[in-house]
């Protein structure tokens, strides 16, 4: 594939041919044709990957169980930065929002991007609630 004909990709099948195309080139010496075709490439690899695998991120409190596994985290580890063991379950089963002061805390004390601790909580969705 030359550089002069790239496009961008528009069906599975072009994506398939351009992952082998990649594949390919992986080894290309730096600064070399093949590495400037390597690079371009990706790129629009990237682009159609963003437009067609976008990966949504959790809602706040998934995520805040998912760190905790991560991390090794208990209910009770949380307690600084939530105040008490209520507030901590009731966050963590929907039934209390986080406030500012523990969307603060839990960025501050746990690294915990502030992006995802302000967006939408998004209904129950354990799969065991009756």
Known sequence: METEHLKLIETEAEYE???????????????????????????????????HFAIEEPDPIEYIKIRMEELGLTQADLVPYMGNKGNVSKVLNRKRSLSLEMIRNLHKGLGFPLEILVADITPHSDKNAA
């Open 17 to 51: 041919r351009m992952l082998a195309r990649i594949d390919e080139l992986f080894d290309a010496k730096p600064d070399s044709e093949e590495s400037k075709e390597l690079q371009l490439l990706m790129l629009i690899l990237n682009k159609y990957e963003e437009e």
